[in-house]
């Protein structure tokens, strides 16, 4: 059984920097194919894609976000860290991460999420 | 900021069948399979269908997929209550290298 989990602050100020981490279990970040996503949803809005990272430590990022991202792993710890810097009061969000199958491009399962306001 | 548009909200009785578009473009589902998200209210996206029209396992046979061309959609046979919910098509975009998301569509159950 795969499961995911977010945690890091509820609260950042502008122009802070975030640091999230998604930790895991039930597969292996060593394992061909498999990937972590991260992904974010405004209050009201639609889901919107951040980040990728494989077992390969190939890294995809969101073009719009991308001079802002960084996504890592840690396979000793079933861990990927995303940071975001910079942080504006409309990246308020729940942010999620996600596992990707072998050979597959969705997400499954997802993380409970973490909800992330930037406020002064 | 969506590359791939949904209509905002759809609705039908119970019982009845209710069907979601999701347009793109030649660099996404043009040239990948599409999936489809199903989000209940204030939880966690789940995988609805896979692969175009493929069902995870435990996704009752009333939800079904498609795609043709540049478009593709979700149709619930058989609405129930308990299918109120927010739905997102996504896939692939070879174009921005990167995962796209729908709009999203409110389905209500009258």
């Known amino acids: 059984q795969i499961t995911l989990k977010e945690s890091g602050p509820t609260l950042v100020k502008p122009t802070q920097t975030l640091t999230l981490t998604c930790t895991f279990s039930?597969?292996?970040?060593?394992?061909?194919?498999?990937?972590v996503g991260w992904i974010r949803q405004p209050p009201g809005k639609a889901l919107e894609w951040l980040a990728l990272?494989?077992?390969?430590?190939?890294?995809r990022y969101s073009p719009s976000l991308k001079s802002r991202l960084t996504i890592t792993k840690d396979t000793s710890k079933n861990q990927v860290v995303l940071t975001m810097t910079n942080m504006d009061p409309v990246d308020t969000a729940t942010f999620y991460c996600?596992?990707?199958?072998?050979?597959?491009?969705?997400?499954?399962?997802w993380g409970q999420g973490t909800l992330v306001t930037v406020s002064s | 900021q969506s590359v791939l548009t949904q209509p905002p909200s759809a609705s039908g009785t119970p019982g009845q069948r209710v069907t979601i578009s999701c347009s793109g473009s030649?660099?996404?589902?043009?040239?990948?399979?599409v999936n489809w998200y199903q989000q209940l209210p204030g939880t966690a996206p789940k995988l609805l269908i896979y692969?175009?029209?493929q069902r995870p396992s435990g996704v009752p046979d009333r939800f079904s997929g498609s795609k043709s061309a540049t478009s593709a959609s979700l149709a619930i046979s058989g609405l129930q209550s308990e299918d109120e919910a927010d739905y997102y098509c996504?896939?692939?975009?070879?174009?921005?290298?990167?995962?796209?998301f729908g709009t999203g569509t409110k389905v209500t159950v009258l």
């Open positions: 996600a596992h990707v199958p072998t050979g597959g491009n969705w997400f499954d399962p």
């Open positions: 039930g597969f292996s970040l060593s394992t061909s194919g498999v990937g």
């Open positions: 990272i494989y077992w390969d430590d190939d890294k």
């Open positions: 030649s660099s996404n589902i043009g040239r990948n399979t």
């Open positions: 692969s175009n029209n």
């Open positions: 996504a896939t692939w975009d070879d174009s921005l290298n990167g995962f796209v």
